[in-house]
């Protein structure tokens, strides 16, 4: 089993929101301010569905996502989101910050792939359960099959706890297609397979939408 644990890092409930609000507010600038300076910035939204991975008729939770980015010319994406969890059939429910930067390679006008590195916390709304500070790396691929098809072929989240004890060590496998309606506008599906400590636990349905400036 692959598992990083940074013993120096402080526990989550040691790590203030205020850690990475600041940094989603910068970024939040940036993607709003530096259009001179950038290829592109972008805003979105995605609803997800989470179901049993043995019985996808059951529901396990609803996540709603906010998320921005900005593209330079370099290739270099800072992106930021706020995401809200409430867990099916129960009173819980979770945010979650995070802060990424990430580099965009293009091999030729149809093949890229992506990387990011980002920080994060998950808030826990109500219910059960403490804060936790984490960290989260992403790999993916995209092939564009047309002007305005493109295959979000693979994306693979590795996510876990700056402490190991908060058990928050869950991986994530997906796939999508990406329909430009227009220069500015598109819409996305994807099904994501998600892990609990590399345990199978949950497949996503995701439904986005994004704009482009």
């Given at each position: 089993?692959?598992?990083?644990?940074?013993?120096?890092?402080?526990?989550?409930?040691?790590?203030?929101?205020?850690?990475?609000?600041?940094?989603?507010?910068?970024?939040?600038?940036?993607?709003?301010?530096?259009?001179?300076?950038?290829?592109?910035?972008?805003?979105g939204v995605?609803?997800?569905?989470?179901?049993?991975?043995?019985?996808?008729?059951?529901?396990?939770?609803?996540?709603?996502?906010?998320?921005?980015?900005?593209?330079?010319?370099?290739?270099?994406?800072?992106?930021?989101?706020?995401?809200?969890?409430?867990?099916?059939?129960?009173?819980?429910?979770?945010?979650?910050?995070?802060?990424?930067?990430?580099?965009?390679?293009?091999?030729?006008?149809?093949?890229?792939?992506?990387?990011s590195v980002g920080i994060?916390?998950?808030?826990?709304?109500?219910?059960?359960?403490?804060?936790?500070?984490?960290?989260?790396?992403?790999?993916?691929?995209?092939?564009?099959?047309?002007?305005?098809?493109?295959?979000?072929?693979?994306?693979?989240?590795?996510?876990?706890?700056?402490?190991?004890?908060?058990?928050?060590?869950?991986?994530?496998?997906?796939?999508?297609?990406?329909?430009?309606?227009?220069?500015?506008?598109?819409?996305?599906?994807?099904?994501?397979?998600?892990?609990?400590?590399?345990?199978?636990?949950?497949?996503?349905?995701?439904?986005?939408?994004?704009?482009?400036?």
């Amino acid at each position: 089993m692959l598992r990083f644990s940074v013993r120096s890092a402080p526990r989550a409930d040691a790590v203030s929101t205020t850690h990475v609000i600041p940094l989603l507010i910068a970024l939040a600038m940036v993607v709003v301010t530096s259009d001179a300076m950038a290829d592109s910035s972008s805003i979105g939204v995605s609803l997800t569905s989470d179901r049993d991975q043995q019985n996808l008729g059951e529901p396990q939770s609803t996540q709603f996502e906010v998320s921005a980015s900005h593209t330079f010319d370099t290739g270099v994406i800072l992106g930021a989101s706020a995401q809200y969890s409430n867990e099916a059939f129960s009173d819980s429910a979770t945010a979650n910050l995070e802060a990424t930067v990430g580099y965009r390679l293009r091999f030729n006008d149809f093949l890229s792939v992506i990387g990011s590195v980002g920080i994060g916390d998950r808030l826990q709304v109500s219910g059960d359960g403490g804060d936790i500070a984490y960290y989260v790396l992403r790999a993916a691929a995209d092939l564009k099959l047309s002007e305005k098809v493109t295959w979000n072929a693979v994306a693979f989240r590795y996510r876990d706890a700056f402490e190991s004890s908060d058990d928050y060590l869950t991986p994530q496998l997906a796939t999508g297609v990406t329909f430009k309606m227009d220069d500015h506008n598109s819409i996305s599906s994807k099904v994501q397979y998600n892990w609990k400590d590399w345990h199978p636990d949950t497949v996503g349905f995701a439904l986005g939408y994004s704009r482009s400036f």
